[in-house]
């Protein structure tokens, strides 16, 4: 009984197999979304990205070019294990290819790795850490749509030059907070700031105040907050609760999605200032990409890691007609070669350590009484080219990047 | 660690402890007087919040309404799923009551973070509450302030109903020997269940206490479970003083933590 069961999935593994040889392993491009689908990052990625992944496999068309593509998802539940269980059966036993988003640098690094074991393709949206195109990058990985070096530089420049020259940081407890913080106190320094105190708080926390209070007694000018999603909210919320705007201080949201601002209002929110690759209400083209998200995102409009989400798998449906295959590493290298050029980020091209080079904004909220329409949050304040958004390719220790 | 700033710390302790004292007594007297795992607690406490943002939302009514409304609704929908569902488990194992009460919380978890997302709704102060005072060694929100105030009061009226009057002695004794209480006359289960659904209600009060100063979030319980039920059993099984003693005692040791070793500060 065993042994036919043995010889039966021999069988299999053989037919499988066969379809190798023309190019596109077992005839489907298989997509996988993993990320926070339950969380406190659910929002600001979650379902939302898997719809930004079929809609650009349906704007593509791929089904018209004779590209058969599935999308499927699953939910890491922000813990690096059950992340790494999943991309293992991902990729060993279900034939997925490419796997894309996966917010929390942790189980992103951790994916980052199993996908260059495996020889497969990875396309970070969410994740943050710019250790991902540096100390471990990848042949294997693009990074596509921002990082803690880009948000540092963006926000962090402009904060220190308006005369925020004293920091306080209240960092979530993981290598993404590490990394932000890192980055953003390199900054500040850089430019002749200095760094009071920092404090660090476990991921998903309810209660602030503690912190809050630490921050208050700094009397430091400026409170960094290297947190994302459900942490980022509670923080500021609580933080004017607590009257540390109307102290004097001010609060830097270092990483802030479109969701958190709609999360907490614009009364609460506005005046924040941060970097972000995109925004919906750029021009007519995210416009038009925004109104059919939303209508199939329960409203919610997209931010800039759906983008990342969308663009991504559109260059990568790109990379893999051209190479006519689907393998990882071959066609990362493809994704590297061709020119970037999509609706939503425009054109653009990846760099040899797989970091996508694109223009940032500083965005500002807007007050209540500034906001025309149903998500019109944000004011551009700059846009900072795409040469100067990331950092510079010799900077990053990057292996895979010959040093001159 | 300057000595204002401890101060600072002790206080922000005893108003996370409001918190965990309010949720740990309705845990408290459900399991004292039923019996009942209730592990849909936090789902509860949830709703409260979830009920005083549709009052606002859509019917217009503020958050001194919500106090009174929440817990009722609520309360209402626990008494439901007592009639329904919990009832027939009384004479099983514990271990049934947890089973279903579990699934049951992941279950209204899951179909309001269905219908609106994971990151939370905005819901303010009200007006009369906003600001705050400067103490000195710290800033304090009115707001908390009156958390602190209103747990108290209600924690301590709920001690006083349940030890010191007729009606508690009712139902300890119920709890004691529901055969011999009925046969005074004293209809059981239906005080059963209306201790069921206050229990349940004062889960939503403390929903609507926390809905201004957390996001109004369908996670928001799941967080809080795990804390509370700690305190619940290192103040001891159903012992009603046992849990508001533990709750502040715990927000305190969270407070200092959360100083000494911020990292260490979560469950």
Excluded at chain 1, 89 to 96: I, M, N
Excluded at chain 1, 127 to 156: E, F, I, M, Q, R
Excluded at chain 1, 346 to 361: E, L, N, S
Excluded at chain 2, 16 to 36: Q, R, T
């Amino acid at each position: 009984m065993l042994i036919a069961r043995v010889l039966t999935l021999a069988l299999i593994a053989l037919l499988a197999a066969g379809p190798a040889s023309a190019q596109i392993s077992d005839g489907i491009i298989k997509i996988g979304v993993l990320n926070d689908q339950s969380g406190l990052y659910a929002d600001l990625a979650g379902q939302g990205s898997v719809v930004a992944a079929r809609m650009a496999v349906e704007d593509y068309g791929a089904a018209a070019k004779g590209l058969k593509v599935e999308v499927v998802f699953a939910d890491h539940q922000n813990k690096a294990d059950v992340g790494s269980q999943i991309a293992r059966q991902w990729y060993d036993a279900e034939k997925v290819d490419l796997i894309l988003d996966v917010p929390n640098s942790g189980v992103a690094l951790a994916v980052n790795q199993i996908t260059r074991d495996k020889g497969k393709a990875f396309i970070v949206s969410s994740a943050a850490s710019s250790d991902l195109t540096g100390k471990a990058c990848s042949p294997n990985t693009v990074h596509w749509t921002y990082d803690t070096w880009a948000l540092a530089n963006g926000t962090g420049n402009a904060v220190v030059k308006t005369g925020g020259d004293s920091w306080f940081f209240i960092t979530a407890d993981y290598a993404f907070g590490h990394a932000l913080e890192r980055d953003v106190e390199a900054v500040v320094l850089k430019n002749g700031g200095k760094v009071l105190g920092k404090v660090r708080h476990p991921l998903n926390t309810q209660d602030f105040s503690s912190f809050l209070l630490q921050a208050q007694a700094s009397k430091a000018k400026v409170i960094g907050l290297a947190n994302a999603g459900g942490d980022t909210t509670n923080a500021i919320k609580q933080g004017s609760e607590f009257g540390i705007v109307k102290g004097g201080q001010t609060f830097a949201g270092l990483l802030v999605f479109l969701t958190d601002v709609h999360a907490l209002g614009l009364d609460k929110a506005q005046g924040l200032t941060f970097t972000e690759t995109f925004y919906w209400d750029l021009n007519d083209k995210t416009r038009a990409f925004a109104k059919r998200f939303a209508e199939r995102n329960r409203g919610i409009h997209p931010t800039m890691i759906h983008a990342g989400a969308y663009a991504g798998t559109l260059h990568y449906l790109k990379a893999v007609e051209a190479l006519k295959g689907d393998d990882g590493t071959k066609v990362i290298a493809k994704m590297k070669e061709l020119a970037t050029d999509d609706p939503l980020f425009g054109k653009g091209t990846i760099r040899a350590d797989g970091r996508k080079i694109h223009p940032a904004y500083l965005v500002e909220v807007k007050k209540p009484a500034e906001s025309k329409y149903p998500w019109d949050y944000y004011k551009i304040r700059a846009t900072i080219p795409a040469e100067q958004a990331f950092r510079p390719l010799d900077q990053g220790d990057c292996p895979l990047v010959v040093k001159k | 660690m300057p000595t204002q700033a401890l101060f600072g710390q002790l206080l922000i302790g005893l108003i996370n402890g409001a918190f965990y004292a309010l949720l740990s007594l309705g845990l408290s007297v459900i399991f004292g007087l039923l019996n009942i795992i209730n592990f849909a607690h936090g789902a509860q406490y949830m709703m409260g919040a979830f009920v005083a943002y549709f009052c606002l939302q859509w019917v217009g009514l503020g958050y001194w309404w919500s106090l009174l409304i929440a817990p009722v609704v609520v309360g209402l929908a626990g008494i439901l799923l007592e009639r329904t569902m919990l009832k027939p488990l009384y004479h099983l194992d514990h271990l049934y009551g947890l089973l279903l009460t579990f699934g049951v919380a992941l279950i209204i978890q899951g179909v309001f973070r269905n219908a609106y997302g994971s990151s939370g709704l905005p819901y303010g102060i009200p007006a009369q509450l906003s600001g705050g005072h400067n103490l000195g060694f710290m800033f304090l929100p009115n707001y908390r302030a009156w958390v602190v105030v209103f747990s108290l009061v209600v924690c301590l009226a709920t001690w006083y109903v349940i030890e010191r009057t007729k009606l508690g002695s009712y139902l300890r004794a119920a709890t004691e020997n529901p055969a011999l209480v009925q046969a005074f006359g004293i209809n059981v289960p239906r005080m059963i269940t209306l201790t069921y659904g206050f229990g349940v209600g004062l889960a939503a009060l403390a929903g609507v206490l926390a809905a201004p100063i957390y996001q109004v979030n369908p996670l928001m319980g799941a967080d809080l479970i795990i804390v509370v039920f700690a305190v619940v059993v290192i103040g001891g099984l159903g012992s009603i003083m046992g849990s508001i003693v533990t709750g502040f005692t715990l927000g305190v040791v969270e407070g200092f933590t959360k100083v000494f070793y911020p990292e260490a500060s979560s469950s």
